[in-house]
């Protein structure tokens, strides 16, 4: 008997999780970081599309805590935790740079400072980042597969990659 596979997409500021043979997708990120986290053994993983890297920005009353890096990132690690995950790896990808700003400018480098973030998250976590394609001025549509532990990466008029 051959069970259905299903693609989970999650959305702008948004985790979901997935277990084997289900897949999870994101669509359209540009300077927000896909941040997967998974576990090979239990074949459960997890995704957030983040669109800021800190939460300490957000106006009091007014947070979506899977908006942002330092607070999505740990939410969804114990989501995993809660489904049996334990021996958790990292990888990651956008980050564009998809607006020109003038040179020494940080304002607009929301990208390079998402990158930043997502990996002082892992980091506090102890969660390695075993593969990334982060940076540069294209955006992404990222899929995960649990089965595999391979990521799929298709940029704007480029072929499919993985990771």
């Known amino acids: 008997m051959t069970m259905m596979k299903t693609i989970v ?27 997967v986290l998974y576990d090979e053994r239990s074949g459960i993983a997890g995704l957030s599309h983040i669109l ?17 890096a330092d607070t999505a990132i740990p939410q969804l690690l114990e989501m995993l935790h809660e489904q049996g995950a334990r021996n958790i790896k990292a990888k990651m990808a956008g980050g564009a740079q998809m607006f ?14 998402n990158i930043e973030a997502v990996q002082n998250a892992l980091r506090k976590l102890n969660i390695k980042v075993v593969s990334a394609d982060v940076g540069g001025n ?26």
Do not use: H, W
Request: glycine share 10%; net charge positive; charged share 20%.
């Open 100 to 113: 020109q700003a003038g040179k020494g400018t940080s304002f607009m480098r929301i990208g390079d400072k």
């Open 9 to 35: 997409n999650v959305g702008i500021a948004d985790t979901k999780t997935v277990s084997s043979p289900n897949t999870i997708r994101t669509l359209g990120l540009g300077s927000c970081i896909g941040t």
């Open 138 to 163: 294209l955006g992404r549509t990222i899929e995960f597969d649990p089965v595999t532990s391979k990521l799929s990466i298709r940029k704007r008029n480029q072929d499919v990659f993985t990771i």
């Open 52 to 68: 800021l890297p800190d939460s300490s920005q957000a106006r009091a009353g007014n947070i979506s805590p899977m908006k942002y």
